[in-house]
């Protein structure tokens, strides 16, 4: 008799209580962690995106050091040569590892014609999605189908200071712009240009798209030099992540469906803020070929400050 008890008492499970405390502290578990593993990811998307603007810096130091200038940031719609309509992004390719790409683009044709472009195809060169165009915390489009002529989006700009993309260089002091009246002439910098110092100049830094490939919303078009989508540059007229709104050519009628991007429409030239899904900034190249993080509250004098290659400020810490 007393083996049998033994026996039943050997074979007794879990009460429900017993069960339900066991659920209780496993969700506490998950929940304290859950926080650290998303922070975890964030990491290692954010470090991903430092990879892709580093990589962008020294593309564009390897392409001085063969032409002895950096490139220019759009042909410009504007000019003598509207018939090329190409962009920096293109000009980087053999620099990225995309010689292939570069090797299958008709520089004689403008980019929305074929073979760079094919009408309503992801067969054009100018689709193919490379790695190094997306920041992985932006779960932004990765395509422009917005109009007939698709093409990959880019989640990188260049810095055109102060203005809009129509404001003349003479004016910005910024790295890249265009010199003369109504954008006449796309204007390739050289070091020498960077008369405040290369580590005291932005280059490159992160904006936001659209969510979805089939919107008309402009930003992140970096293969069109239409300067009135602009999306080959951003501005410095609003710190990082603002809350003021972008100047672009397609502003959704119902608004912006970017998170936290305001926009508006107008066609006088773009004004498009440097943007990130990164918690607290933005990741932003500077002209030394350095990758910072740059704060949302820094002082908007010392970001326009960053903004130009030689307008003579003294620059605080950032």
């Not at 540059?233 to 912006?256: E, H, V, Y």
């Amino acid at each position: 008799m007393s083996r049998q008890r033994i026996s039943l008492r050997e074979q007794r499970g879990f009460t429900l209580v017993e069960l339900l405390v066991v659920i209780a502290i496993i969700g506490i578990l998950v929940g304290l962690l859950l926080p650290a593993v998303q922070a975890a990811r964030e990491a290692a998307r954010r470090m991903q995106c430092q990879n892709n603007l580093k990589q962008w810096g020294l593309a564009m130091h390897n392409y001085h050091d063969t032409v002895l200038a950096f490139p220019f940031a759009a042909v410009n719609t504007d000019g003598a040569s509207q018939s090329k309509r190409h962009t920096w992004v293109g000009t980087m390719w053999p620099f990225i590892e995309q010689t292939a790409l570069f090797d299958q683009y008709d520089w004689a044709l403008a980019f929305h014609v074929a073979p760079n472009c094919v009408q309503n195809s992801l067969t054009g060169v100018i689709t193919a999605e490379v790695p190094a165009y997306y920041c992985p915390s932006n779960p932004g489009a990765k395509q422009w189908q917005g109009d007939a002529y698709w093409r990959a989006r880019v989640h990188y700009a260049l810095n055109f200071g102060n203005g809009t993309v129509r404001t003349p260089v003479e004016t910005t002091q910024a790295p890249f712009g265009f010199k003369g009246g109504n954008a006449a002439r796309p204007f390739t910098p050289k070091m020498s240009t960077f008369i405040d110092g290369t580590s005291n100049t932005l280059l490159l830094s992160e904006l936001l798209v659209p969510v979805s490939d089939a919107s008309n919303d402009s930003r992140g078009d970096g293969f069109n030099d239409d300067l009135s989508y602009g999306s080959f540059a951003f501005t410095t007229r609003s710190t990082p992540n603002s809350s003021l709104a972008d100047a672009i050519a397609n502003c959704p009628s119902g608004g912006s469906t970017i998170r936290n991007a305001p926009c508006v429409t107008q066609t006088a030239g773009a004004s498009i803020s440097a943007r990130s899904q990164h918690p607290g900034g933005v990741t932003v190249t500077l002209a030394d070929g350095s990758v910072r993080f740059v704060g949302q509250t820094i002082d908007l004098a010392i970001w326009q400050a960053l903004g130009t290659s030689s307008g003579g400020e003294v620059l605080g810490d950032f």
